[in-house]
């Protein structure tokens, strides 16, 4: 199983941005999709998580600014960054908790995309 994300980049204050996080692999089903983020110098932090059934989270720092969605039919997730500020700065990885077909078991593991950056400057 792999997760593949894409969408950061460089933006200025007040800007938007759009996430997306596609998993692929032997996958059977993928419970709870989630965005976390690391500033540097800084611990990672869950930015936001959807269940399988459409049920989200948010930090309190992004509440109202940032919106995460999936698409369970294609194993993605996004999410939109608008309203973004400096403080938004950080490597943003997805995560995803997914059962698959490993040696024709069934397995559950928490898998990790690679990193994109986000940078908020003007």
């Known amino acids: 199983v792999q997760l593949q994300a894409s969408g950061g980049g460089l933006v200025q204050p007040g800007g938007s941005l759009r996430l997306s996080c596609a998993a692929s692999?032997?996958?059977?089903?993928?419970?709870?999709m989630g965005w976390y983020r690391q500033a540097p110098e800084k611990q990672r932090e869950l930015v936001a998580a959807?269940?399988?059934?459409?049920?989200?989270y948010y930090a309190g720092s992004v509440k109202g600014r940032f919106t995460i969605s999936r698409d369970n039919a294609n194993n993605t997730v996004y999410l939109k960054l608008n309203s973004l500020k400096p403080e938004d700065t950080a490597v943003h990885y997805c995560?995803?908790?997914?059962?698959?077909?490993?040696?024709?078991?069934?397995?559950?593991?928490?898998?990790w995309g690679q990193g994109t950056q986000v940078t908020v400057s003007s």
């Open positions: 959807i269940t399988s059934g459409g049920s989200m």
């Open positions: 995560n995803a908790d997914v059962a698959y077909w490993s040696g024709g078991y069934l397995q559950q593991h928490d898998f």
């Open positions: 692999g032997s996958i059977f089903g993928i419970n709870s």
